[in-house]
């Protein structure tokens, strides 16, 4: 071990395991693909100001949880804890809503950063794939994320998943709910901490976990008993589209989320072999956003799934995740001639499209049919003094060990034949 380890919170993504962190990256994106979201790539850093108006001034993400820096110019940026603020940033800058195609919609793969307590599937560095639909109000538009991601997961191969729903209510009804809920809250016997977390953020109050607070939360009022006519039709809406979809949710009337700004629908993901950290993925739709960072009106929802945490799940289900791209094809050359063929015949082989590799470092014959096997090629393409003097080389089966002097000159053909 070097002098150097990786920082508190953090971990390397290592062969073979980050095969499967690929492999998920790709099965949470596909589908949004297919269903016309465009692929979007913002900094990894932007102005402490933007998430402080966009995930809200009073949230743990904000005041506990961002790593800023004030660069050599003066600026305060923060490494981004979160893509929805940046996304919508950079959609209002671009003028994406302006195109007079509404919703704009965007997919995006990264890493996010929050100075969190270590444990179990919280890091401090963690990636997401997510997704956001700009511009519309529509429940179709709710309905068809949450599909995608319980369509994404499940093609996965992750069975033990659960989809929890809610609505947050909207700017008519939520200030009424949030009054109510703020006298019940201050009639009970809270410590100070909780006691101010009821005047600035009461709703993230009943998520408070501690068994203390939980046994006073009974008969708490919820926000599903104060929704307003509008925010109630909506709701139904995006749970019968659910519903004949064949998806799955259970209502949790206290699922608050740990960002400021939702509206009406809120899910999470929530996976049952993985401990305290459950939350696979979550989202909702932020209606008022755009306005809040000074851009017009643009009703959006959206989600971010955990990659790290889904690894985990499937992990904790013993799903295997599927590893395309494997090397195909293992060259094995014996003498400094046959070295230097073979590097040709690899270097046609993967300009054909075939997964070849080669053994490299003048290892001898039996070092490098060891690097070979390991390499989980199907097989190993040998090539010794005598048969450069024939002019052909043995295709080694490595599963079966059974070899065929192939002429070197059709090499690349019939390698690329065998492998299909
Ligand atoms: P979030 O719930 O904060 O939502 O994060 C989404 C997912 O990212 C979580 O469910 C979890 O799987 C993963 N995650 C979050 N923090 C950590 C961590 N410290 N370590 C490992 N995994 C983590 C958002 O970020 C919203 N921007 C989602 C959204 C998009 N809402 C609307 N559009």
């Given amino acids: 071990m070097s002098t150097f380890q990786a920082p508190k919170g953090t971990y390397d993504l290592i062969p073979p395991r980050s095969a499967a962190f690929l492999a998920v990256r790709e099965g949470l994106s596909a589908p949004l693909r297919r269903a016309g979201y465009g692929y979007i790539e913002t900094p990894g850093f932007e102005s402490v100001e933007l998430f402080a108006r966009g995930v809200g001034e009073s949230t743990d993400i904000v005041t506990k949880e961002m790593y800023t820096l004030t660069t050599k110019g003066g600026d305060e940026l923060a490494l981004r804890p979160e893509g929805t603020a940046s996304v919508l940033r950079a959609a209002l800058e671009a003028n994406l809503h302006k195109g007079g195609n509404l919703p704009v919609k965007l997919w995006y793969s990264g890493s996010y950063y929050r100075y969190e307590r270590q444990q179990k599937g919280r890091y401090r560095h963690f990636s997401q794939v997510g997704a956001e639909a700009i511009g519309s109000e529509d429940p179709a538009l709710d309905a068809e994320l949450i599909i995608l991601a319980a369509d994404a997961y499940r093609a996965l191969g992750l069975r033990d998943f659960r989809l929890l729903l809610n609505s947050l209510g909207d700017r008519a009804c939520r200030p009424g709910y949030r009054a109510t809920l703020q006298e019940f809250l201050r009639g009970l016997d809270l410590d100070e901490d909780t006691r101010a977390r009821v005047e600035i953020n009461p709703l993230r109050v009943l998520d408070d976990k501690r068994e203390s607070v939980r046994r006073q939360l009974t008969g708490a009022p919820l926000m599903r008993d104060h929704l307003c006519a509008e925010c109630a039709a909506y709701h139904r809406r995006v749970r019968s589209l659910l519903d004949a979809a064949g998806v799955v949710y259970e209502d949790d009337p206290r699922l608050v989320r740990g960002l400021d700004y939702y509206t009406r629908t809120t899910f999470e993901f929530v996976h049952d072999g993985l401990g305290s950290q459950s939350a696979i993925g979550g989202g909702g739709r932020y209606d008022g956003l755009s306005e809040m960072l000074g851009g017009p009106a643009l009703p959006s929802v959206g989600w971010a799934l955990g990659v790290d945490r889904t690894v985990l799940a499937l992990e904790a289900e013993g799903v295997g995740t599927e590893v395309p791209d ?29 997964a070849a590799d080669l053994a490299y470092g003048g290892k001898g014959l039996k070092n490098a049919m060891k690097s070979a096997n390991r390499s989980g090629a199907r097989y190993a393409l040998i090539l010794g003094e005598r048969d450069l003097a024939d002019g052909v080389a043995q295709l080694k089966d490595l599963g079966t060990g059974e070899q065929t002097p192939v002429p070197l000159d059709g090499a690349v053909t019939e390698v690329r034949a065998k492998l299909g």
């Fill in 326 to 354: 494997g090397t195909g094809v293992f060259a094995v050359p014996v003498g400094e001639e046959a070295r230097e063929v073979l590097f040709g015949v690899v270097t046609a082989l993967r300009r054909e499209g075939v």
